[in-house]
């Protein structure tokens, strides 16, 4: 079995504290030259790449710019930059927890992504935290939704990241996320809700369909007043949307949710004033690399609860 030769460090520097793109050129095509594969591979246009090789912000592996007539070499890496999206910036800041050689600890706000992903590139919290602290390195060891707020561990150093990561693969990491919902006085709880959940590609909601239980949470109440209860949640596994599906589920559709339990018109950009009232409240795991203990708590607010006709209104 031949071994695949080592990924390259980029010869570009991050732009916003985002990466650039990297691509291979794959075996087995058969291009005069790379210019033709590129406007054949990417959706920009044959203008848009002509106009990007010409400006040299197209890149080999040595940081020089690939001229239009480069012939195709089957395995070569380019690199280059994407125009960034013209992004409304998400008016909270992103709070550092905790801080070491090895990890960072944030409590990402409502509406701001976690990682680069579709429209939402520099208006994330990897890219800020990479601004913010200095840290072109750092990476996401797991993701929260960008409508979802609280902790979010990163990890400083490439080398470590598969070893941090293992921690959400191997179920080694404790999580507890708190929301805001209706209160039903008829709803026993705590309880755990078992369903199979099932998110298509470009759905915007994810359903429970019959099948072997894929996701599992603890739902427990809180405390409730003036018809609204303030719940804990625990999930055991990580499906997409999968304390939201199971709160809709129990009739308690969590306050601010825009999907569930039913879609609703998309929220205007720029408007930021009723946040899903979901947090990722606290994160409790054994660190890999220095075995230290840790337990971190967010102390965000969930204002439907503590100021409800403000977020209401």
Do not use: C
Request: glycine share 6%; no cysteine.
């Amino acid at each position: 079995m031949r071994r695949r030769s080592p990924i390259p460090p980029s010869p570009l520097p991050q732009q916003e504290g985002v990466d650039p793109v990297r691509l291979r050129l794959p075996t087995g095509d058969e291009w005069a030259t790379v210019r033709d594969h590129l406007v054949a591979r990417l959706a920009a246009g044959a203008g848009v790449i002509d106009a990007m090789l010409d400006t040299g912000r197209i890149v080999d592996v040595a940081g020089r710019p690939v001229p239009r007539d480069m012939a195709y070499v089957p395995g070569m890496f380019v690199w280059f930059h994407r125009d960034l999206p013209d992004e409304e910036r998400v008016p909270f800041e992103v709070d550092v927890v905790y801080r070491d050689e090895h990890v960072v600890v944030a409590d990402k706000p409502h509406f701001l992504a976690t990682t680069p992903r579709g429209s939402h590139v520099a208006e994330t919290a990897l890219a800020r935290l990479r601004k913010q602290l200095g840290v072109p390195t750092l990476s996401a060891a797991h993701r929260l939704d960008r409508l979802t707020a609280g902790l979010v561990l990163f990890i400083v150093r490439p080398e470590e990241r598969g070893t941090y990561q293992s921690l959400f693969r191997d179920k080694r990491v404790a999580k507890e996320y708190e929301a805001v919902a209706p209160h039903d006085p008829a709803l026993v709880l705590p309880r755990t809700m078992r369903s199979r959940i099932v998110k298509e590609r470009g759905v915007l909601a994810a359903r429970e369909v019959e099948g072997e239980p894929n996701a599992v949470s603890r739902v427990e109440l809180l405390e409730h007043r003036n018809g609204r209860a303030r719940y804990r949640l625990t999930p055991r596994t990580g499906q997409t949307h999968q304390l939201r599906v199971h709160m809709s589920t129990l009739g308690v559709p969590i306050l601010g949710d825009p999907l569930y339990p039913v879609v609703t018109g998309p929220v205007a950009v720029g408007d930021f004033r009723r946040p899903l009232q979901l947090v990722a409240r606290a994160l409790e795991f054994t660190d890999p690399v220095t075995g230290r203990e840790h337990r971190f708590v967010s102390p965000r607010a969930l204002r439907a609860w503590s100021s409800y006709e403000e977020w209401a209104g």
